[in-house]
């Protein structure tokens, strides 16, 4: 069974900065590029940011420049530091492999809100 554990979400004030981490099982991990995604209330599942394999990565345009992910081999873990945090930042965040396939296992998430 694929591990994906995700944690780190709080309640923020816009502006503030939260370290979310993702604990994956080996298997999925040193097999694929890593992402983050997020889903708002009411909103569709969405990307944020992914991590391949070699360490490059890419960002959503809504938190390029604010967000960024990195992996730990030695942990199998997989970050997302995210700073000056929007209230449209608000939602449950998610990592699993990148791309995603209709079949993947999705995690419990881990819920950000910012809110003043």
């Known amino acids: 069974q694929v591990q994906l554990v995700e944690s780190g979400g709080d309640l923020v004030q816009p502006g503030g900065s939260l370290r979310l981490s993702c604990a994956a099982s080996g298997t999925i991990f040193n097999t694929y590029d890593m992402g983050w995604y997020r889903q708002a209330p009411g909103e569709q599942r969405e990307f944020v940011a992914r991590?391949?394999?070699?360490?490059?990565?890419r960002y959503a345009d809504s938190v390029n420049g604010r967000f960024t992910i990195s992996r730990d081999y030695a942990k199998n873990m997989v970050y997302l530091q995210m700073n000056r945090l929007r209230p449209a930042d608000t939602a449950v965040y998610y990592c699993?492999?990148?791309?995603?396939?209709?079949?993947?296992?999705w995690g419990q998430g881990t819920q950000v809100t910012v809110s003043s």
């Open positions: 991590i391949t394999l070699s360490g490059s990565a």
């Open positions: 699993n492999k990148h791309p995603v396939m209709l079949s993947d296992y």
